[in-house]
């Protein structure tokens, strides 16, 4: 929570008034919850983790599954070999990325955010160690409001400590992707990291600290992005956390065995434990905020207050705009998931999916390039013909040798001067030299199109063929 800072303003009389310039924040210290939402949201938080810290330990072709090499420039991923040519794929994936956000978002609110975010993800993680140590938020409220003694001490160093340690081996894992993880432990165990290892390994470790320790709730309400611009993609009917007021209000205590009718109160007992489990410390009762990262945590702790109370669950629930204001029932609403914005998402998403899934099926493992020699533009041999000499770069993408048949097409009686078969060893590049001779009677001079046709032989789909020029004088 936060409270606003006061400066002063000339006021249009002359005078001065005080007014807001910032806000500067309160400590916030949500309270545990339980519920079926904070199941779903601990069951994302470990599959999110197992994939995150597991996956640089998983072999594939006695190499690390997942490995971005950088140095190397190849990027392995299972049985797939990317290079820095394979650009377009990475582009394909960001906007299929992008799509499911928006088609998320359009269905379900912020469906992103309150479960599968890093920042949320590793603030509950980091909330929970906080839990263990210093205990729920009653506890934690005390010891930061007692004065410092042995006591508190040794708690906030043990918090912060664990905190410490879990994010370096966040940073570690983190560089283990674009160093062979197995490889990165032994130089961390030999204290011989290099000095962008090092640097990454403590940047990253840091900003964890940082973003899920210290900045949190912040991290969401001001840097980033996505809570400015969320609500151009919510409708009247997108499924978002919603207060009833009209089954709520008037709010006010009362015991379990008041009737809220006969004492004129709706079914809120302003008991205020929706706003202390929420992680940005709002008041959801005051309607949708942007400051609401949609982790249903205020909607496990009403219901488990409805209970108490005797009242029916869902004062607080998944809801949309025009169920909630009455403009249709609440069991109509997955019969509005289905409408004209959610349908384009959809289809351009599948579309997506579907033309990256055929690139990837159709990808050739096989890249040329053609180069000519800048230095001799073209030259006669001791036999009366004009050679031009090129060098061809091979990149093989798969994790096996393979064995290429080169020829020409364009020129008639072109005779190619290189080593043939062509070999490439599994996942590399490799120069050819490649002069090509041509009889230069009955060709004109200035320059011709050829072209370079390069052959698997095992493989008749695994095929290149690169347009180049030759030159006569």
Partial sequence: MVEPARGLALAAGGGEVESALYEVRREIYPRAVHGWFAGWRWALVWLTQIVYYGLPWLSWNDRQAVLLDL???????????????DVIYLTVL???AGLALFLFTAVAGRLWCGYACPQTVYTEIFMWIERVVEGDRTARMRLDQAPWSARKLALKSAKHGAWIAFALWTGFTFVGYFTPIKTLAAEVAAMGLGPWETFWFLFYGFATYGNAGWMREQVCVYMCPYARFQGAMFDPDTLVITYDARRGEPRGARGRAVDPKAAGLGQCVDCRICVQVCPTGIDIRHGLQYECIGCAACVDACDRVMDRMGYPRGLIRYSTENAVAGRYPEARILSRVARPRVLVYGAVLLAATGALATMLALRVPLKVDVIRDRGILVRETGEGLLE????????????????YRLSVSGLAGAQIVAKQPLEAPPAST???PVALRVDPAGLAPGSHEIVFHVEDLERASVAAHEKSRFYVK
Avoid: C, D, S
Avoid at 388 to 403: D, G, P, W
């Fill in 71 to 85: 140095a190397a420039r190849k990027f392995y991923l299972f049985g797939h070999v990317f290079w820095p040519q």
């Fill in 94 to 96: 960001l906007i299929i």
């Fill in 388 to 403: 031009n000499v090129y060098r061809l770069q091979i990149m093989n993408t798969e994790e096996r040798a393979h064995r």
């Fill in 430 to 432: 490799v120069a050819v």
